[in-house]
């Protein structure tokens, strides 16, 4: 397949680019675009084949269901209720980084929801994306644009790396300003509850509503006792090619214990990447050295925490340290992301 590349900004949108990609929408196909979390791979989400084409070009697992994209509040039709306080979140938070989960209505088809019958509908803020899902005149389903396991894509680069060959049509735009997916919370339950952490935090939540939780299953390794309720956070993820270990504990430790390692890996002719901040980067005596950003601004790590692990990769080494971080505010995001990305495999120092 032919994949055709168009390249714009937010503030400069090419609107017969986007015209063109809303009808391959409207005719059952796959369009890349660009999200202010992650860039999406999207297809109407109310038509079962189209749908079936985003799992086959993903390799995504059959029981994982998808998030679809809408541009205004008209939703009832897509689903059965509408609690008061996922109205209230809703008014507060979008557009932009938050999905809610709902009981969903019979006109999305199950293709879309793996199954379940619910549905996770988020609206988010990126120009580009309302415009896409406001031509096509259908909502959008889209997971993030990468091969299934994959970190996912804050760069349109990833996509065509991934995707290139797959889908009818990219849309590129700027680098994704948030850089992790949405916040998931399930309103269907009471009270509702964060099936993965995102920048929409729980700190923020709490605010409209006290009484909020995160689903314990979400920072710690998935077992037979403590399943993830979001399908999706059960699988490996995220994942690099080589091995990720985060060690976790005080900065001068963490620098101490990964310089050791690195200087084992060393003797034994191994190649090591280490993912480091602005405060920490010159202590590294060897090793491939990425800077996130400054700790100072977790929104900034967040960011260029996907692009960092995909750039660590293209170096081809052998193993990938990472240093760890608060799991407060969007911490929690971050740190969710890199515990999945390294299997849970964490040393403590
Ligand atoms: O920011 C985002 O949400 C991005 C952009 C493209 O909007 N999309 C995204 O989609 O991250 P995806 O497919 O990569 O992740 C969707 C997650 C999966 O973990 C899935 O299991 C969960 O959402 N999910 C979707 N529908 C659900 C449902 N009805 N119940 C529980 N979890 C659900
Ligand atoms: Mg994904």
């Known amino acids: 397949m032919n994949t055709k590349v168009v390249k714009m900004n937010e503030d400069k949108m090419n609107i017969n680019a986007i015209e063109e990609a ?22 109407n989400a109310l038509d079962d084949k189209a749908v079936s084409k985003i799992f086959e070009a993903k390799g995504r697992p059959q029981d994982n269901p ?23 979140l809703m008014e507060e938070f979008w557009p932009g980084p938050i999905t809610f989960i709902l009981n969903k ?5 199950l293709t879309t929801s793996a199954g379940l019958n619910t549905i996770g509908i988020r609206m988010p803020s990126n120009k580009i ?20 396991g994959r970190p996912s894509p804050t760069e349109v680069e990833r996509c065509i790396e991934d995707l290139s060959g797959k889908v009818e049509y990219i849309l590129g735009g700027e680098g994704s300003n948030i850089g992790l997916e949405s916040t998931i919370l399930d309103c269907t339950v009471e ?4 099936l993965r952490p995102g920048a929409i935090t729980l700190e923020m939540l709490k605010e409209v509503k006290e009484d909020i939780y995160i689903d314990p299953a979400v920072m710690k390794m998935p ?9 999706g956070m059960k699988y490996r993820h995220y994942a690099p090619k080589a091995p990720l270990k985060i060690i976790r504990g005080d900065l001068k430790k963490t620098i101490a214990k990964v310089n050791e390692i690195v200087q084992n890996c060393i003797d ?3 190649t090591v990447g280490i993912i480091a901040t602005e405060e920490t980067k010159s202590c590294y005596n060897n090793g491939i050295v990425l800077s996130l950003g400054s700790r100072k601004n977790l929104d900034v790590i967040a960011k260029n925490l996907f692009e960092c692990l995909r750039a660590i990769d293209d170096k081809n080494v052998d193993l990938i340290l990472s240093e760890s971080f608060d799991e407060l505010g969007i911490g929690i995001a971050i740190m969710n992301r890199l515990k999945k990305s390294a299997g849970f495999d964490i040393l403590d120092v």
């Open 22 to 43: 809303a009808i391959i929408i409207k005719g059952g196909g796959l369009v890349v675009f660009p999200t202010e979390t992650v860039y999406g791979l999207g297809a």
């Open 191 to 194: 009270p509702p509850c964060i």
């Open 129 to 148: 994306a309302r415009e896409l899902i406001l031509k096509s005149g259908v909502p959008i389903a889209a997971p993030s644009a990468n091969i299934s």
């Open 66 to 88: 998808l998030i679809i994209h809408v541009a205004d509040f008209n939703i009832k039709e897509y689903i059965k209720e509408l609690p008061f306080i996922a109205t209230k």
């Open 105 to 109: 209505s019979d006109i999305v088809p």
């Open 268 to 270: 034994k002719e191994k």
């Open 223 to 231: 077992s037979k006792e403590l399943k993830p309720k979001a399908p």
